[in-house]
């Protein structure tokens, strides 16, 4: 046997109903908030992720499945979603023909990772973007549609955590503060901090190395050294959040493991998952755009990852529904009518099951026991001279005799009482 690769998951008839669940909800929530599919391939340039996610994170440095093509071109399959819709929306420009960009999409990621209970390495993200709105009132409708998709999945005990890292007027002077503050300290932290210090001082609040911790906090705070225009705007959000009437932590550690962030981030983090608690996260990202060749305007995500929302979802596994019937030939010279009877069932909307093999009409109604079906549809030639079908309802063992022509109308009502 040839099993499947280290972190990826089969996701196997049992659970599948919840996942097409959670797609259902997650498509209906983002057209009544006026957001737009696209749907992205899932090889992109390697070069975008290093401009984009950042050339010095661990996604790129540690995490892409990154190789060479046969023609030569450096590819990569996605690690995650934000690149890949700034490039589709500047490629295409579509803000011309949108009446506001609001963008989703719902697909794999795959990242190296240690797998684990929540981190795997093939996994799926809803991805959601709005391009060209600077105003807080965005950034807390974002937060407010996250904690929407939450609510109606029945995900309820949820905590909002927030923070802003600033923009490229006062970050570099918060970078500068948490080096000084470090001192002669930097060299008590581990490889990756002390590595950290000269690419991106603010990473270091990403670090999980217990020894480290009591040196992180005793940073300053980000919230601290904002300027005015990034204060305002995070007392913005804010105030925004507290009108939905949305409880939120800040949480000056939340700088997100990514480049592009700027002034608003975001985590929901889920309770009973283990390590791997955060349900969701996001942020803004005002540059990113331009960087990537794009005209200069503003940005604000998130992306949730799926398997995570199925670990949360309160309800046990459903499994897969039975179909409404299954039709049962009685004698050889019935096959071919029963097989058009199911085909017929089948374009009127009855989900209709059929024996294959020629099998005797015992084994056959064995068969339709099995398979959890309400009716047993039975075609003898008695049936097939008068145009009728003898239906049989297993739970009660009743049986009457149908027209053929009105039969998908009776199991249509038969499916609804
Ligand atoms: P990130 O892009 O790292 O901010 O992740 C956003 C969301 O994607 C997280 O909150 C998770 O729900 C999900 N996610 C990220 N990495 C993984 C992974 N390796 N396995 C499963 N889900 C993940």
Wanted: charged fraction near 25%; charge should be negative; proline fraction near 5%.
């Amino acid at each position: 046997m040839i099993s499947g690769i280290r972190g990826t998951r089969d996701i196997l008839p049992a659970e599948v109903g919840r996942w097409q669940r959670i797609e259902r909800v997650a498509r209906d929530l983002c057209a009544r908030y006026g957001y737009v599919e696209v749907r992205t391939p899932v090889i992109e340039r390697e070069e975008l992720f290093a401009k984009g996610t950042g050339e010095s994170t661990d996604i790129v440095q540690k995490e892409m499945y990154a190789f060479t093509d046969k023609g030569g071109d450096r590819i990569t399959l996605r690690p995650e979603a934000t690149p890949s819709m700034v490039r589709t929306f500047v490629e295409h420009a579509l803000e011309q023909e949108l009446p506001c960009a609001k963008l989703y999409s719902l697909g794999p990621m795959f990242r190296y990772e240690r797998p684990q209970k929540g981190r795997y390495r093939q996994f799926h993200q809803l991805d959601v973007e709005v391009f060209g709105i600077a105003d807080p009132a965005i950034d807390a409708e974002v937060i407010e549609m996250a904690s929407a998709l939450l609510f109606e999945l029945g995900i309820d005990s949820a905590e909002l955590v927030i923070n802003s890292v600033g923009c490229d007027a006062c970050r570099p002077q918060f970078s500068e503060a948490l080096v000084a503050a470090l001192g002669e300290r930097v060299a008590d932290l581990c490889a990756d901090c002390q590595r950290r210090t000269t690419t991106n001082p603010l990473r270091i609040f990403d670090c999980k190395v217990p020894a480290d911790q009591p040196i992180i906090d005793q940073l300053p705070h980000s919230e601290d050294y904002l300027c005015d225009a990034c204060r305002d705007h995070f007392a913005g959000v804010k105030g925004h959040l507290e009108a939905y009437g949305l409880a939120y932590r800040v949480s000056h550690r939340l700088v997100r493991g990514l480049d592009y962030y700027t002034r608003t981030t975001f985590e929901m983090l889920g309770t009973g998952l283990g390590a791997q608690n955060a349900l969701l996260g996001g942020g803004r990202y005002d540059h990113l755009v331009k960087q990537l060749g794009g005209p200069d305007r503003p940005g604000i995500g998130f992306a949730v990852g799926l398997e995570r929302l199925v670990l949360a979802l309160p309800e046990g596994a459903a499994p897969p529904e039975p179909a409404d019937a299954f039709v049962v030939a009685l004698g050889d010279a019935v096959w071919p009518a029963a097989r058009i009877l199911t085909r017929d069932l089948r374009r009127a909307g009855i989900r209709a099951l059929i024996d294959y093999e020629g099998r005797s009409s015992k084994s056959q109604m064995k068969r339709a026991n099995r398979s959890g079906v309400r009716h047993m549809l039975i075609l003898g030639e008695d049936e097939l001279a008068s145009n009728q079908v003898t239906v049989k309802t297993m739970e009660t063992g009743h049986q009457q005799t149908v027209a053929r022509d009105a039969l998908a109308d009776h199991l249509r009502a038969a499916g609804t009482d």
